[in-house]
Nanobody, 119 residues
Framework: QVQLVESGGGLVQAGGSLSLSCAAS????????VAWFRQAPGKSRDFVAY????????NVADSVKGRFTISRDIAKNTVSLQMNSPEPEDTAVYYC????????????WGQGTQVTVSS
């Protein structure tokens, strides 16, 4: 089963940019759907974006559409979340998640990485 490791979190100013990366260990992402979720303090965990590894099809939440982009690097076996023009409301712990494409939901989760957007 794939294991996930996130990196790239930190402090960013509103209007800046930040990139998160999710690396797979144990196997490749082939056959998987990989997503980013986020959870702000006191709030539920919310969907941000997903990418189907083999097809490259993506879906992005309306709240970040036009600002965040999800992509994959096949050579590096990583999925990235490019955050452009972040807002203080984007402050949260960001989690990478994955599951086999034919299954619903997400069974595998990373440990999370903190993103703090300052105004």
């Amino acid at each position: 089963q794939v294991q996930l490791v996130e990196s790239g979190g930190g402090l960013v100013q509103a209007g800046g940019s930040l990139s998160l990366s999710c690396a797979a260990s144990g196997r490749t992402f082939s056959g998987y759907r990989v997503a980013w979720f986020r959870q702000a303090p006191g709030k539920s965990r919310d969907f941000v974006a997903y990418i189907s590894w083999d097809s490259g099809i993506t879906n992005v939440a309306d709240s970040v559409k036009g600002r965040f982009t999800i992509s994959r690097d096949i050579a590096k076996n990583t999925v990235s979340l490019q955050m452009n023009s972040p807002e203080p409301e984007d402050t949260a712990v960001y989690y990478c998640a994955a599951n086999l494409i034919f299954k619903s939901g997400y069974d595998v989760w990373g440990q999370g990485t903190q993103v703090t957007v300052s105004s």
